[in-house]
């Protein structure tokens, strides 16, 4: 099922994947209708038995979403994250439909790593914003080529218009608010969550790896939905449109 050498027994996964549900909660509140619309464009794109990348997978919350409503989805997750890919290895253990793939997404030969040469639909979110314009641009090239004909690139991520600075000040204000209040009520948020892994009997090692590869949590450009989708048209892609917003984040689907 994996290429990872990470060991995922003795932990609870469903806890872990929970857990971290929360966690990207707190900073989205409407991260389930972000994946539900992605879902919906899935099934009037390609169908309801896709072959999916999902990109920068993490722990797989595109992949668990996708099969719980598509049983007949297959998913290559791919990401570098080894501790995020542990609970993805134990989450999916057994599941012939899921293979995880361990690249890193700046290499150019990370689809050589993939099982499959094309792809029905990639799928991503809330993963590519660490990436700076030029790399992320590249990244975009080498999606086009995975994307079959006919097939979809969906990217939900910060996007930031900075046409608009105070609507987006007025925006980040009242989000920061809210995620404050509940922040008192008991919400971890990234750095804690992280601090609770690197305490887990199973999780230490790979989170302790993980810090190694990354470092500390650091965000890349976040241009603008216009700017993805220039890109995105200039690499291959036909049509490109947000299919979803909210103030903050932008669910951008390209039709190859």
Known sequence: MTDADTTTAGADWHAWQESWDRQQEWYMPDREERFRIMLDM??????????????ACGTGSITARLLARFPEATSTGVDLDPALLAIAEGTFAGDERVTLV???????DWPAKLPHRTYDAVLTAT?????????LAALYGQVAEVVRDG??????????????????????????????????????????????????????????RRFEIYGEHADGDMPSPAWHARVLR?????????????PSD???????
Request: proline share 7%; glycine share 4%; with cysteine.
């Open 42 to 55: 899935v099934e009037a794109l390609v169908g309801p038995a896709p072959r999916v990348l999902d990109l």
């Open 102 to 108: 361990t690249a890193d997404l700046k290499d150019p």
């Open 127 to 135: 993963a590519l914003h660490w990436l700076h314009r030029e790399p």
């Open 151 to 208: 097939g979809v690139f969906m990217n939900a991520d910060h996007m930031i218009d900075e046409s608009t600075p105070r609507i987006n000040a007025a925006e980040r204000a009242q989000r920061h608010a809210r995620m404050d209040r509940a922040r008192r009520d008991g919400a971890l948020d990234w750095a804690e969550w992280w601090q609770l892994a690197a305490k887990d009997p199973v999780l230490a090692e790979p989170t302790a």
């Open 234 to 246: 200039d690499k291959g892609f036909g049509e490109v449109r947000p299919v979803w917003c909210s």
């Open 250 to 256: 932008t669910l951008l689907l390209a039709l190859k």
